[in-house]
Nanobody, 124 residues
Framework: QVQLVESGGGLVQAGGSLRLSCAAS????????MAWFRQAPGKEREFVAA????????YYADSVKGRFTISRDNARNTVFLQMNSLKPDDTAVYYC?????????????????WGQGTQVTVSS
């Protein structure tokens, strides 16, 4: 089992920045990749970014490329999402996810564990 706890969400004006954190505990050595997803009201949960635990390879949704950066600190079992140039369309609940199998995929079904989410609201 892996437990994930997100933090760092909040209210920010358009053009501003936020940094989300996801602290993992439990069987973290079995983690192959971690990812961020988001879900806006009335919409499906969508992929934002992912990072490999060992090689640090990163993947981004087209909608956030150049604005968001995913990173990790394996010593602290923590993954970060630096979000810059935020837009109102980025408003959503952001979820951290953990995958223990090989491969990195931009879909919810590929991940085994989820955090409770943190709200990000971007005002115009």
């Amino acid at each position: 089992q892996v437990q994930l706890v997100e933090s760092g969400g909040g209210l920010v004006q358009a053009g501003g920045s936020l940094r989300l954190s996801c602290a993992a505990s439990g069987r973290t050595l079995s983690t192959y990749a971690m990812a961020w997803f988001r879900q806006a009201p009335g919409k499906e949960r969508e992929f934002v970014a992912a990072i490999g635990r060992t090689d640090g390879s990163t993947y981004y949704a087209d909608s956030v490329k150049g604005r968001f950066t995913i990173s990790r600190d394996n010593a602290r079992n923590t993954v970060f999402l630096q979000m810059n140039s935020l837009k109102p369309d980025d408003t959503a609940v952001y979820y951290c996810a953990d995958r223990s199998r090989t491969g990195i995929f931009p879909k919810t079904s590929a991940y085994d564990y989820w955090g409770q989410g943190t709200q990000v609201t971007v005002s115009s």
